[in-house]
């Protein structure tokens, strides 16, 4: 088998190390990522995949390769760029309503146009979709010029004369005509806005057929694409999370689905998760609810309208769905007695909901597509949830929006993290071109060197609302990567003005050196020190569990064992079980405290010599 594009071969008759995988969002960016992952599973098996946005695109068509990667999948999967380097840009198809404003985007996106010509070909096709309006404004605007120039000058009674009063009548038609042309497009404007909040707030939803395109959209291609690399009929059921988990894998979790309100011991969350042969996350953001979610989603709060979905997906994803989930039942709020039906049917078609399929059951497209919901150019997704923050009497069931996992973190490195890892997971990080450094890809060396964030000026009103809105979706990513014992294992592609990005018409050559730049990006990994690394990520670990110990202990000193002792076997809220239980973790707990003394009473060894800098913090957060 031939390797990613003629480099080396993909090995599927041989053990491999494992490594997991994590790739940034950027739109068109992702033609970077097949040839990185194909590189990269020359040397690894690939684990564990995640994105955002157009990274969970490529994690995707990775998850299938892998998968499939006994049947050529990696050799299908490094064919995409090629396959893309002429049909990019038709896999983004508007539906009728926001065709308008799609064409508009486009062409003020051509690549090789200048400005000026951007601008005669947007303010054309305005003017075009607003005829009426604009030759009406005109008019309108014209007249009383007309009107005055005829006072001013009397009626013509020649042809002179009349060329006179119509020369004069001209000096007011370039007011005129920035006039008119203002009020084409706040009415273009209008309609942009109306169009785009039916179609879920994107021009393109990626299931919608642009009849002239004469191609798949962008979904509808990726679903058939998923099953072609994972050597699965592109007419049958698509490819599922469980597929990739494998069985063994989905017996746990489906024994630990059917505890139901058991507990379920660490041990056994722990087993079931190593069991899986290959796991997808996603990122995605729930701007219903404010907050980022990973995909598959832990809590089962949410549901789908199967008519909603269509509009979104193919027929057998929204089958898949249908037929792996239950419709829900109106549901019973009560409250001193007093009882409220929930209705929990589809506002827009009058029909149940059904509760999102176990993860197992859910199709691998799903999650590239609620993290690839490029805010305005690509859809959101909609979801239902019961919206249980409003007062008694007013709870009802509501439509949530998925968009961008890019919005709230476009480059996930903590996905699959731990304190001790089992093995490297690789991030490809995608950034402009560096302002004293010629090289297009790069990698830190050590998992100790130094890596500062890049510097952004701001010279501008413009680069500094910029600053504020890049500062908001990316700080914890960009803080992240400054850490030791994550910049070592991330590779930076640096693209040039023109690739990547919006840019959707990228020429066929750009495109191929973008794929083949992804390559050379992974192929920095091929010395990385996985030994150098994990002594990295103990020393990190082991100094901030000492701070935590410590501050633990002080307040264990300071009152908080007396009042564990007397409190714990008294409370009647979240209980560890009887007395012999309760007994065992407060023991524990004392154990753990001695720990910390005796870590104080040696000096703090974790936190001598040269600790890795800058240091974390280990804290509780809420989980995505």
């Given at each position: 088998?031939?390797?990613?594009?003629?480099?080396?071969?993909?090995?599927?008759?041989?053990?491999?190390?494992?490594?997991?995988?994590?790739?940034?969002?950027?739109?068109?960016?992702?033609?970077?990522?097949?040839?990185?992952?194909?590189?990269?599973?020359?040397?690894?098996?690939?684990?564990?995949?995640?994105?955002?946005?157009?990274?969970?695109?490529?994690?995707?068509?990775?998850?299938?390769?892998?998968?499939?990667?006994?049947?050529?999948?990696?050799?299908?999967?490094?064919?995409?760029?090629?396959?893309?380097?002429?049909?990019?840009?038709?896999l983004f198809q508007p539906s009728a309503a926001t065709k308008p404003t799609f064409t508009v985007?486009?062409?003020?996106?051509?690549?090789?146009?200048?400005?000026?010509?951007?601008?005669?070909?947007?303010?054309?096709?305005?003017?075009?979709?607003?005829?009426?309006?604009?030759?009406?404004?005109?008019?309108?605007?014209?007249?009383?010029?007309?009107?005055?120039?005829?006072?001013?000058?009397?009626r013509p009674s020649g042809l002179g004369d009349w060329l006179g009063t119509a020369i004069s009548g001209l000096?007011?038609?370039?007011?005129?005509?920035?006039?008119?042309?203002?009020?084409?497009?706040?009415?273009?404007?209008?309609?942009?806005?109306?169009?785009?909040?039916k179609n879920g707030y994107g021009l393109c939803d990626g299931h919608s057929r642009?009849?002239?395109?004469?191609?798949?959209?962008?979904?509808?291609?990726?679903?058939?694409?998923?099953?072609?690399?994972?050597?699965?009929?592109?007419?049958?059921?698509?490819?599922?999370?469980?597929?990739?988990?494998?069985?063994?894998?989905?017996?746990?979790?489906?024994?630990?689905?059917?505890?139901?309100?058991?507990?379920?011991?660490?041990?056994?969350?722990?087993?079931?998760?190593?069991?899986?042969?290959?796991?997808?996350?996603?990122?995605?953001?729930?701007?219903?609810?404010?907050?980022?979610?990973?995909?598959?989603?832990?809590?089962?709060?949410?549901?789908f309208c199967?008519?909603?979905?269509?509009?979104?997906?193919?027929?057998?994803?929204?089958?898949?769905?249908?037929?792996?989930?239950?419709?829900?039942?109106?549901?019973?709020?009560?409250?001193?007695?007093?009882?409220?039906?929930?209705?929990?049917?589809c506002p827009c078609h009058q029909q149940p909901v059904r509760r999102l399929p176990e993860a197992w059951d859910l199709p691998v497209v799903v999650a590239a597509r609620i993290s690839l919901s490029f805010p305005g150019l690509i859809s959101a997704v909609p979801l239902f949830c019961v919206d249980w923050s409003r007062a008694f009497g007013k709870r009802g069931l509501v439509e949530v929006w998925f968009s961008d996992g890019g919005i709230s973190s476009n480059f996930p490195m903590h996905f699959f993290d731990s304190l001790w890892p089992a093995r490297?997971?690789?991030?490809?990080?995608?950034?402009?071109?560096?302002?004293?450094?010629?090289?297009l890809v790069w990698r830190a060396s050590r998992a100790a060197s130094g890596v500062l964030p890049p510097v952004q000026p701001v010279t501008s009103m413009t680069s500094f609302l910029t600053a504020i809105v890049r500062t908001m979706q990316n700080w914890m990513d960009t803080t992240q990567l400054t850490l030791p014992?994550?910049?070592?294992?991330?590779?930076?592609?640096?693209?040039?003005?023109?690739?990547?990005?919006?840019?959707?018409?990228?020429?066929?050559?750009?495109?191929?050196?973008?794929a083949d730049r992804g390559a050379e990006a992974a192929a920095l990994f091929d010395d990385f020190d996985f030994d150098d690394h994990r002594w990295t990520r103990y020393r990190v670990a082991m100094s901030e569990i000492d701070e935590v110990l410590t501050g633990m202990n002080a307040r264990y000193a300071d009152g908080y064992e007396a009042f564990l002792k007397e409190h714990g076997p008294a409370t009647g809220r979240y209980k560890i079980g009887g007395a012999a239980r309760t007994a065992a973790e407060l023991a524990l707990t004392d154990l753990l405290m001695r720990q910390a003394k005796s870590s104080a009473a040696q000096d703090h060894p974790a936190g001598a010599g040269?600790?890795?800098?800058?240091?974390?913090?280990?804290?509780?957060?809420?989980?995505?």
């Open positions: 088998m031939t390797g990613p594009g003629g480099s080396g071969q993909v090995a599927h008759d041989r053990v491999l190390p494992d490594c997991d995988v994590i790739m940034k969002g950027g739109i068109s960016s992702g033609i970077v990522y097949p040839r990185a992952v194909c590189r990269l599973a020359e040397r690894y098996r690939l684990r564990r995949l995640g994105g955002a946005s157009a990274g969970a695109i490529a994690a995707v068509l990775a998850a299938a390769a892998e998968h499939g990667r006994g049947s050529g999948g990696f050799d299908k999967l490094n064919r995409i760029p090629d396959e893309l380097g002429s049909t990019l840009a038709d985007l486009t062409a003020w996106l051509e690549p090789g146009w200048s400005v000026r010509r951007k601008g005669r070909r947007v303010w054309g096709l305005i003017v075009r979709e607003t005829a009426g309006i604009f030759a009406g404004t005109l008019a309108l605007l014209l007249l009383p010029a007309i009107i005055i120039t005829l006072i001013s000058r009397g000096v007011w038609l370039p007011l005129a005509l920035i006039l008119a042309t203002a009020v084409s497009v706040v009415v273009f404007g209008r309609r942009a806005l109306a169009a785009l909040e642009d009849p002239k395109v004469g191609k798949p959209p962008l979904t509808d291609w990726l679903t058939d694409k998923i099953d072609e690399i994972a050597a699965r009929p592109t007419d049958g059921p698509p490819l599922t999370l469980g597929d990739l988990w494998g069985q063994r894998a989905v017996e746990l979790e489906q024994a630990i689905v059917a505890k139901g309100a058991g507990r379920v011991l660490p041990e056994e969350r722990l087993a079931a998760r190593e069991a899986r042969l290959l796991e997808l996350e996603v990122m995605t953001t729930n701007l219903t609810l404010r907050r980022p979610y990973r995909f598959p989603f832990t809590d089962r709060i949410f549901y199967q008519d909603r979905l269509r509009d979104y997906f193919p027929d057998r994803v929204v089958e898949q769905l249908v037929k792996r989930s239950t419709a829900a039942e109106d549901r019973i709020d009560s409250r001193e007695g007093v009882e409220v039906t929930i209705s929990m049917r490297p997971t690789f991030g490809i990080n995608l950034s402009p071109p560096h302002p004293d450094l010629p090289g014992g994550f910049r070592d294992r991330v590779a930076v592609v640096r693209q040039k003005d023109g690739e990547g990005g919006m840019n959707l018409k990228m020429e066929p050559e750009v495109i191929k050196e973008l040269d600790v890795p800098h800058p240091r974390p913090a280990v804290r509780l957060v809420p989980r995505q």
